[in-house]
């Protein structure tokens, strides 16, 4: 079992940075791809980033493209979503998602363990 839990949401102004991160209990987290994804209000949910296992490969969605990297730290058990010159259109909750397998995956069907959510909110 692996249990997720997401921190360093919070209300940013447009053009600022924050990191999100995702971590992990479970002593196999090293082993699962790790994705994020948010959800705006009124919408649906929406892959963001993932990461693979090793941290080795990497994937984003075209709107955080060249503004957000992913990173993870296996001997502590964590991942990060580095979340640079923000805009408002950002603002959603964004989760972490863990999934067993290789390849790097977008569709949520794809995870097998969801954190709770972090709300990240912009301001113009």
């Known amino acids: 079992q692996v249990q997720l839990v997401e921190s360093g949401g919070g209300l940013v102004q447009a053009g600022d940075s924050l990191r999100l991160s995702c971590a992990s209990s479970?002593?196999?987290?090293?082993?699962?791809?790790v994705g994020w994804f948010r959800q705006a209000p009124g919408k649906e949910r929406e892959f963001v980033a993932a990461?693979?296992?090793?941290?080795?490969?990497?994937y984003f969605a075209n709107s955080v493209k060249g503004r957000f990297t992913i990173s993870r730290d296996n001997a502590k058990n964590s991942v990060y979503l580095q979340m640079n010159s923000l805009k408002p259109e950002d603002t959603a909750v964004y989760y972490c998602?863990?999934?067993?397998?290789?390849?790097?995956?977008?569709?949520?069907?794809?995870?097998?363990?969801w954190g709770q959510g972090t709300q990240v909110t912009v301001s113009s």
């Open positions: 990461i693979s296992w090793s941290g080795g490969r990497t």
């Open positions: 998602a863990a999934r067993m397998g290789v390849g790097l995956r977008t569709k949520e069907d794809e995870y097998d363990y």
């Open positions: 479970g002593r196999t987290f090293s082993t699962y791809a």
